[in-house]
Structure formats: C-alpha cells, structure tokens
C-alpha cells in the first residue's frame, strides 16, 4: 500500500519537502527556529561550555588573589620614592626621639604599604652619625603620593644630628593575600 507522502514548502526556497523536514534539502535552512539549537551539537556544547569556561576562569582568579605572594619591591625599586622630609625632635628630653615626616610618591602600577623607611643621620659636617630603618604602615596607591612618619630613638646626643636623608629600602604589595602575608 502506497502511502501518500505529506508535503509542505520550504519557508526560505519555496520548494515542496516532507512535511517531517525540520531542514530543507535544496536549500539547507531550518524550518523551525528551535530546530537549530536541537540539530547543531557543536552549538549545544557551547552553550554548556562557555559558562564552564567563565566559572573556571573566575575561580583562577579568585585562587590567584587568595594566595598571591604579590608583587616583588626589588622589581619595582625605582618606583617608590621619597621626595621630601623632615626631622624633628620630641618635647619630651627625658625620653629623646627624632620624628621624621615626609612625602612619598609612587610612580608605578603597584599599590605598596609596609614601607621600610631609613634614615640616615648627618652631623653639620655631613658624615654619617646614625642610621634606622623603620616601617611606615600606610599605603601608597599607584601613581599617587601619600606622607610618611617614622620615629627613631637617637643613639647619640642632640648636637650629631643636623640632617637626614631618607630612602624607601623594601615594600608590600598591599594587594598580596592574608595567606602569606602571616609569615611577614
Ligand atoms: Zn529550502
């Protein structure tokens, strides 16, 4: 028995296909818009994947703030300068302390905090009397400039210390993780 095979035209090319088509072989089109999606494996997998590609991309970096060691100072020494600063002596002569305040300015594209700060002593002669090294906890964001403020207990009388010089000598990239920063 013949069976009488239904027919439609193809919504693109107008050409007489089965009515089952869901793509039209002269013309190659789908004939359902949702066809597409249940035919095309290749586009199927791209809409599983992408999302995949992102969650695993977003979680590469979440993994790479958590545990970042940040950016090494020695790389980037140029960057963080002192230029200006000042020394002043406390009020209190029973307790004698130089404060050294200043400017810092960084020039670079890391944000540093844990500043090591030295200073060097003078007397009017100019040589070197006395030297300290103390951290400034205040951070200096990129392309920006921010004070600084270190005391130091003198190790000689008033009259050696007439000027000071001051040098950023280390820093934390303020972006480097709890994780390792514990160790600091
Ligand atoms: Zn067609």
New binding site residues.
Partial sequence: MAEERQTKV?K??Y?Q?DARAKK?P??R?YQEPFVFFTLHPALVMWLFVLPLVALYAFMGLWLYRSFSTGEDFARHEGELRVISSNMAWAEDESAPAIWVVGELENSGNVPWTDIQIEVQFTDRAGRLVDKDTKPDRGTVPPHRRAPFMVATIPGLPRDNYAACKVYVRWAKDARKSWFFGLGD
């Fill in positions: 193809c693109v090319c050409e296909i039209c002269f013309c089109q």
